[in-house]
């Protein structure tokens, strides 16, 4: 009954969310205490969550000061030369400009933190977008594919928690899932081709002389930056109709640069310094010298008193950035709420040990395929740590009686990634939706299906290189 519920309650979810019936915070929050009170554990209800509260609030934490470090770095200029850059390949051209995407969006998923990738890209790319109309979900597809597929880095999480869970080495684990990791990557390059190619042909051929004619409520602000003016609808964003009222960022006199290159935020003067300070955030983050919450809280006072040490100017780039805070940190205390009631009412077990129980004894000794396919669901509905440390054991247990490796097992784990990017229940995304002023529930319709063929084509690598 648990296992039906379980499923139930996912599904009911989704629906509501993709049929905009409900918004995600409240779907987050009702949907699961209603099926809590209906599996007879209402009593209990407010233990669930407060201890899924308790799990999330150092994310939530996380996100709250690395929205407001790395918008003040994106305020201070320290990426516009990466921007720069980068328009300068896209031009105006719609191709270019979604395959900037993907490769921004992978670059910067270097530093494994999912947050930070779609903070830059949203803020480096949303401003093109709506100058050229093209569709916002389009971004934001691209960006948590391409970074799901990079989220497998040894630092990114999953692989680190599929060594911990089977006690092996993260490099053995890593290392020979490279060539089909890429073989992933260069799809959702292709992915960025052909859907850039879509919308050059759905919008008819721009020069940059017409994209650049000046417009009279002309807005000069960075998407990280947001003011609150020129929000999207989830349906307008998929149409492209969302920019029909004309565009909402000007890129000033040096073309494509997505920032104002003369706002008043910035501070040249102190590139470097700003520069050496999110290098040495990020090379903490990978050597673990403090749990990332207290560094990115450190890292974020540092940022506001060096470049604004004036209170007046630190309250102001405070106030700027507080929807964006308010609305993710927001999301994931709701998350909290669908989380507690996943785990504490033991539906996600019941649901785990139902799929495992249901691969036919047959199929034993092909368990890396097993669990490579059924990572692309597990992962999408619960938590990375829900998959790891919960089901995979059972799945590597059975996959060694039938003579499989556990390290065949562990690379099949990661080929989800690209999918699990995109669920309900990473934090990560709902900053990528809430800066690019998208509906989730445009956002899945869109790209689920993308994520999930990206996530066959790795695992398809896996098996044709023996990998897997």
Request: charge should be negative; charged fraction near 10%.
């Amino acid at each position: 009954m648990l296992t039906i519920l379980g499923f139930a309650m996912i599904a009911t979810f989704l629906v509501l969310i993709m049929m905009k019936k409900m918004s995600p915070i409240a779907a987050l929050v009702l949907i699961p205490a209603l099926f809590c009170v209906a599996v007879g554990h209402g009593a209990q209800l407010g233990d669930y969550v407060i201890e899924g509260v308790g799990n999330l609030a150092p994310t939530a934490a996380m996100l709250m000061f690395a929205i407001v470090y790395f918008g003040v770095m994106i305020d201070v200029g320290l990426f516009d030369p990466i921007v720069r850059g980068v328009l300068r390949f896209c031009k105006a051209d719609p191709m270019r400009v979604v395959v900037g995407t993907a490769v921004l969006a992978a670059i910067v998923s270097l530093d494994g933190d999912g947050s930070t990738t779609f903070m830059i890209t949203v803020s480096a790319m949303y401003p093109l977008y709506k100058r050229l109309k093209m569709s916002l979900v389009v971004m934001t597809g691209i960006a948590a594919t391409a970074n799901g597929v990079m989220n497998t880095l040894p630092w990114g999480g999953p692989t680190a928690r599929a060594a911990t869970a089977l006690k092996l080495d993260a490099g053995d684990i890593f290392v020979p899932m490279i060539p089909a990791l890429g073989a992933g990557l260069l799809f959702v390059l292709a992915l960025a081709y052909v859907l850039g190619r879509r919308e050059r042909k759905r919008l008819g051929h721009l020069t940059l002389d017409e994209v650049m004619e000046p417009q009279p409520e002309t807005v000069l602000v960075a998407a990280g930056a947001s003011t609150g003016t020129g929000t999207d609808t989830g349906a307008d964003a998929v149409t492209g109709g969302g920019a029909a009222g004309g565009p909402q960022a000007d890129d000033g006199h040096e073309g494509f640069q997505g920032l104002d290159p003369d706002r008043p935020t910035l501070r040249p003067r102190l590139y470097w310094f700003n520069a050496a300070l999110t290098v040495a955030l990020l090379a903490a983050m990978i050597m673990e010298l403090l749990p990332i919450p207290v560094l990115f809280l450190i890292g974020a006072a540092l940022a506001l008193t060096v470049n604004f040490p004036h209170m007046p100017d630190q309250k102001a780039r405070i106030a700027a950035h507080a929807d964006n805070v308010l609305n993710v940190s927001g999301m994931v205390f709701a998350a909290a709420v669908f989380t507690g009631v996943l785990t504490g009412t033991g539906m996600v077990e019941h649901m785990a040990d139902w799929l495992v129980g249901a691969v036919p004894e047959a199929m034993g000794p092909h368990m890396a395929l097993v669990t490579g396919l059924l990572s692309l669901p597990l992962t999408y509905f619960m938590s990375n740590d829900g998959f790891y440390f919960g089901v995979l054991p059972v799945l590597a247990e059975a996959g060694a009686a039938h003579g499989v490796s556990p390290l065949e097992i562990a690379r099949a784990s990661l080929v989800g990634q690209a999918l699990h990017m995109s669920s309900p229940l990473v934090p990560a995304v709902y900053v990528l939706v809430g800066m690019a002023k998208v509906e989730f529930g445009d956002h899945t319709r869109f790209t689920v299906k993308w994520a999930a063929l990206t996530s066959l084509v790795v695992l398809g690598a896996g098996i044709l290189l023996g990998i897997i």
